[in-house]
Nanobody, 121 residues
Framework: VQLQASGGGLVQTGGSLRLSCAASGRTFGRHTMGWFRQVPGKERDFVAAISWSGGITNYADSVKGRFSISRDNAENTATVYLQMNSLKPEDTAVYYC?????????????WGQGTQLTVSS
């Protein structure tokens, strides 16, 4: 599975941004997909996840009510979005998408290239 995140940038506090993740691959199945984020010197943390159908979503407490995950599916591909509103400086991180085990909210498989979000105060 190939994963490519995009859409990051510099935003002021309170602003909005939408990240996209293009997922594809010959072996790409009906995977739950998710977003994670990482700041230098810290572990990569779970942000949000969405089931294949889109009917089940899960969010980290720190982003509930501000972030929204969605997806568009096609044969052997998917695009996963992360709409981020009311952004705070603590949201600054490199954001990565991944295939996810919904039962444990843990990633599996390879990581793609992340995208940097910087929220200025």
């Amino acid at each position: 599975v190939q994963l490519q995140a995009s859409g990051g940038g510099l935003v002021q506090t309170g602003g909005s941004l939408r990240l996209s993740c293009a997922a594809s691959g010959r072996t790409f199945g009906r995977h739950t997909m998710g977003w994670f984020r990482q700041v230098p010197g810290k572990e990569r943390d779970f942000v949000a996840a969405i089931s294949w159908s889109g009917g089940i979503t899960n969010y980290a407490d720190s982003v509930k009510g501000r972030f929204s995950i969605s997806r568009d599916n096609a044969e052997n591909t998917a695009t996963v979005y992360l709409q981020m509103n009311s952004l705070k400086p603590e949201d600054t991180a490199v954001y990565y998408c991944a295939t996810v085990r919904m039962s444990t909210l843990t990633p599996f498989g390879s990581w793609g290239q992340g995208t940097q979000l910087t929220v200025s105060s």
